[in-house]
């Protein structure tokens, strides 16, 4: 299909038309040049696909489907090919329904534990959560469907999401915020992006030039179309401008209207009408050219690998007198009205019309199982009667299994949570069951970190987020065994919410939101301030152990231009088979720019018989070391010497070795008399025509000073204050003490930015 002819042949107003949506999900259609409409759905852990009757947030019904676990979820498997397989089985059920491109994934950072769509994204870290995001692209578009990455950019809260300026600085930004996006966009190639309803200083993200066209198509090289939120469009001849393409949903005619006015006004170049046309049809037709309509759906069988992907995700946090797994011989008491009804997804957009649930109750059959409700969901209350009930099958019990966590009113997309608590009722009955039974398990339904009150009376917590519709099934696997539990948390669980990093701001002040809290985000902030968490980034438990050994590196020394290859060997010293999670960390031991500790930069899962060991590799290359330099509005790595770390969370890495990196760009500089003599002597070029200036220039710079002073003066300058004072001091302070001429300083200037 030659698009660019395709789109000569099409009038300002079709050209407009094809701009917005038809209605609230398909694309438009020009029947005069046979140009059809096609489909998109909501996901992205399932399809959300309603009819165009239906709206975005779902008060209609969708068409049955698999619900495959959250973000929340996945993220904490580490498994990249785990979730690049759920992609694939997305992708077919996408063709088996003739939709061309499905609305995810998220990868939007968990910049605090509020945000009412965090269950939605991956992680608080970018590489983790780009690479996830990346095989996820990868799964679906294998099977010729497009994926829609959102929301670009800096979408961190749900509170004012559609008026709020989410303001940070260009470093926090570039390392945070974009990261996810960038190495999406560089490895997957997502056939679609879609742009976040806020504005990022100030610049609603819906017609901001910087982001859509100058970072997302020319430097990160972007090739697909760029969608509105579904409603994100404020000025819609500034978003064609900008590179906004689509808007969705349909606009009634409204805003194709202004573009033909402002073409024909020659307030906006048509050429960058048919550059959003062509852009649009390009991935249109790459759908139609390779739709498969025929492509069998096997919603059980989907249902199975939901099952087997839920397993993999769950993490233990926690595993007292090695109390998991459970003996399938024993009495055991299901306590919790998650047992029986599990919550397994959030509201809002993501919402899957669930054809099968499996609760763990309904998966137990056939073990030796009391059930008890313990609290009413719908209520969010526990009776005394509802805790006698359970405190009485906790007693009989040889251990007592708590399904809890927080309702779907709690967390969903449109609000954020006020608070990290799970409902009072359940804490309480966590407690009396606790006490009545000290072998209690606690399994936990939540799409973001909870405060645990009761940490420190229960035995055992395993973390099942927001697992899918065969959650239970799942979940019933790992307590009793079938499955030896791998995952790790892809989020810091704080001790309390006011421990969080961006407590005092997260929010904002009406439609401003200050990431003042910088680069310091999630386990960022919490080691660079050395302090407790309740479980850090990382953390994840099995029924097995492992050993880290032989942590080796291709190179002690090298250029910030070449590679480096770091091999560590894992070994399975337990007497189970399970699967290790290698973390790698690199930090900047001493910088000038204030870094974090260590950042992950690389990860690998592996299956381990008991006994036995593998060695895993990884690649580092120049973006592993490095920061982003807002003097050169780049990367930069600052040449010295850095750690790489290896274990099996961010709090445990047990291996540490060092490399020095040397820099082959070199930062621009220029001084000026108001610069310091600190920095003036660190820049090995500049300090030697610093020292020589000095010796040729004795009376500038104080050493007609007399050496005998009296007892008071010393007292009262200490030879570290004069050594500070003149650190600090800028050229100008010397020349004026030295009563030196204009022409002398000058003369110092040119030397120095020579």
């Known amino acids: 299909m030659d698009i660019k002819a395709l789109v000569s042949q099409l009038t300002l107003e079709e050209k407009a038309g094809l701009c917005s949506g038809d209605d609230f999900w398909h694309t438009k259609a020009v029947e005069r040049l046979g140009i059809p409409r096609v489909m998109v759905s909501d996901g992205p852990h399932g399809l959300r696909k309603q009819d165009e009757e239906a709206d975005h947030l779902g008060i209609n019904d969708s068409i049955k489907a698999v619900c495959f676990p959250t973000a929340c979820a996945t993220a904490a498997s580490f498994d990249p090919e785990l979730i690049r397989a759920m992609g694939e089985a997305i992708g077919d059920s996408c063709q088996h329904e003739k939709l061309s491109v499905v609305l995810g994934p998220a990868v939007n950072i968990k910049r605090s534990p509020l945000c009412g769509r965090n269950f939605e994204y991956f992680s608080e870290d970018p590489y983790l959560a780009g690479r996830l995001a990346a095989a996820m692209i990868q799964g679906v578009q294998s099977r010729n469907v497009g994926t829609s990455i959102k929301h670009f950019a800096l979408n961190s809260q ?10 940070a600085d260009e470093r ?3 390392e945070i915020y974009f990261p996810a996006f960038e ?61 906004l393409d689509l808007e969705m949903p349909a606009s009634g005619g409204v805003n194709d209207r202004k573009i033909i006015d402002a073409v024909r006004a020659g307030k906006l170049d048509e050429k960058l009408v048919d550059l959003a046309c062509e852009r649009i049809l390009n991935i249109v037709y790459r759908y139609l050219e390779n739709a498969k309509p025929g492509t069998p759906w096997d919603k059980d069988a989907q249902h199975a690998q939901a099952a087997e992907m839920a397993a993999e995700c769950m993490v ?154 065969a959650v239970g099934e799942a979940a019933v696997r790992v307590l009793f065994g079938d499955v030896n539990p791998c995952g790790h948390l892809p989020e810091t669980f704080p001790l309390k ?67 480096l290859t770091v091999s560590v060997t894992v070994k399975n010293t337990g007497n189970r088979a399970g699967k290790a999670v290698v973390q790698l960390y690199v930090g900047d031991r001493e910088s000038t720019p204030i870094r974090p500790v260590r950042e992950l930069k690389g990860f690998a899962k592996t299956m381990l018989q008991p006994g036995e060991s593998r060695e895993v590799t990884f690649t580092l290359d120049k973006r592993s070391f490095a920061y982003w330099n807002r003097e050169i509005h780049d990367w930069h790595v600052e040449t010295g010497v850095f750690t790489i770390e290896a274990g099996a969370s961010s709090r445990d890495l047990p291996l540490k070795a060092e490399v020095t990196v040397e820099s082959t760009a070199e930062l621009p500089r220029h001084y000026t008399m108001d610069s310091i003599f600190m920095d003036i002597m660190a820049d090995p070029k500049a300090a030697p025509v610093m020292r020589e200036f000095m010796r040729r220039n004795k009376g500038i710079f104080g050493h007609q000073e007399q050496e005998n002073g009296s007892d008071a003066a010393k007292e009262a300058i200490t030879a570290d204050m004069k050594t500070a004072m003149i650190n600090y001091m800028p050229l100008r302070g010397a020349f004026s003490f030295g009563n030196a001429s204009a022409e002398l300083a000058e003369e110092l200037l040119k030397k120095l930015n020579g």
């Open 183 to 243: 190495m999406a966009v560089r490895e997957a190639q997502p056939w679609t992006v879609m742009c976040s309803y806020n504005r990022i200083n100030g610049v609603y993200a819906s017609e901001d030039p910087w982001l859509l066209t100058d970072v997302l198509r020319k430097e990160w090289g972007f090739e697909g179309f760029v969608m509105s939120d579904w409603g994100a469009v404020s000025d819609r001849v500034a978003g064609v401008a900008a590179g």
């Open 172 to 174: 926090t930004i570039r």
């Open 497 to 563: 919410l006011e421990d969080n990093p961006s407590y005092l701001f997260y929010g904002g002040e009406g439609n401003t939101s200050e990431y003042r809290e910088g680069i310091f985000v999630g386990y960022r902030y919490y080691d660079k301030k050395n302090m407790d968490v309740l479980f850090p980034f990382g953390h994840g438990l099995s029924y097995t152990t492992f050993e880290y050994s032989g942590l080796k590196l291709s190179a002690e020394t090298l250029k910030d231009t070449e590679t």
């Open 316 to 469: 233990l946090l926690k595993n007292g007198d090695a109390l998991l797994p459970l003996n399938k011989e024993d009495e055991i008491a299901f306590i919790g009205e998650f047992a029986e009804k599990p919550r397994f997804q959030g509201g809002g957009s993501s919402h899957i019309n669930a054809f099968k649930i499996t609760g763990a109750l309904e998966a137990a059959k056939g073990l030796k199982i009391t059930y008890a409700r313990g609290y009413s969901v719908e209520k969010d209350e526990a009776s005394e009667a509802d805790i006698a009930e359970a405190v009485a099958a906790a007693k009989k019990a040889r251990a007592a299994v708590v399904f809890a966590g927080l309702p779907g009113s709690y967390e969903s997309e449109a609000y954020d949570r006020s608070h990290m608590r799970m409902p009072a009722c359940q804490n309480k009955l966590i407690e009396a069951v606790a006490e009545a039974n000290p072998n209690t398990v606690v399994v936990l339904h939540n799409g973001a970190p909870v405060e645990m009150p009761w940490i420190g009376k229960v035995k055992a917590v395993l973390e099942a987020y927001l697992g899918g519709q």
């Open 158 to 167: 749900e509170h004012r999401r559609m008026s709020s300026s989410s303001d």
